[in-house]
Antibody, heavy 114, light 107 residues
Framework: QVQLQESGPGLVKPSQTLSLTCTVS??????????WSWIRQHPGKGLEWIGY???????YYNPSLKSRVTISVDTSKNQFSLKLSSVTAADTAVYYC??????WGQGTLVTVSS | EIVLTQSPATLSLSPGERATLSCRAS??????LAWYQQKPGQAPRLLIY???NRATGIPARFSGSGSGTDFTLTISSLEPEDFAVYYC?????????FGQGTKLEIK
């Protein structure tokens, strides 16, 4: 069955760029008409949709983060990625990748600290 | 952005009891409302999509209802593993948004 796994640095310095990758296994990222999303959850708080990339390559970003976010896909590696620039402590969160609304990765904690 | 308001914030019940959780949207989301369960250290798990459809593998004790702006998640008879945080989420408008969650705790 299809599984998603996030990977990337667990610690990022303020003002730097957070970079995460989601590896999709058990299925092709370029088939099926799905949208592939990034969602985050601040410690002890609720959930925030960061954005998504559609299988066709089109993207949507949450307006609250749009100026700092890029989501891209590498079909050759069956991966999609998140870049969030100019991070601050407020970007400390568990970051999840997801396919549509039904399939989520386990999440990865990213801490922004010097 | 559509705001989802969940109530109550915390619900204290005993195993075997019926749980009723509410989610109200700031504007109509039609039936594009989902419910998730989240346990500590885990990703949210989809329970209900499009207001009333159970996701694959979800027990029949979970049911969803509503449309427009008012939605309900009902757990007919609580099992010990049901005590968790529950979120509603709308996909009617982008950005998709989540409610702030209802914590279902053991009484």
């Amino acid at each position: 069955q299809v599984q998603l796994q996030e990977s990337g640095p667990g610690l990022v310095k303020p003002s730097q760029t957070l970079s995460l990758t989601c590896t999709v296994s058990g299925g092709s990222i370029s088939s099926g008409g799905y949208y592939w999303s990034w969602i985050r959850q601040h410690p002890g708080k609720g959930l925030e949709w960061i954005g998504y990339i559609y299988y066709s390559g089109s993207t949507y970003y949450n307006p609250s983060l749009k100026s700092r976010v890029t989501i891209s896909v590498d079909t050759s590696k069956n991966q999609f990625s998140l870049k969030l620039s100019s991070v601050t402590a407020a970007d400390t969160a568990v970051y999840y990748c997801a396919r549509d609304i039904s399939l989520w990765g386990q999440g990865t904690l990213v801490t922004v600290s010097s | 952005e559509i705001v989802l308001t969940q109530s109550p914030a915390t619900l204290s019940l005993s195993p075997g009891e019926r749980a009723t959780l509410s989610c109200r949207a700031s504007q109509s989301v039609s039936s594009y409302l989902a419910w998730y369960q989240q346990k500590p250290g885990q990703a949210p798990r989809l329970l209900i999509y499009d207001a009333s459809n159970r996701a694959t593998g979800i027990p029949a004790r979970f049911s969803g209802s509503g449309s427009g702006t008012d939605f309900t998640l009902t757990i007919s008879s609580l099992e010990p593993e049901d005590f968790a945080v529950y979120y509603c989420q709308q996909r009617s408008n982008w950005p998709q948004t989540f409610g702030q969650g209802t914590k279902l705790e053991i009484k």
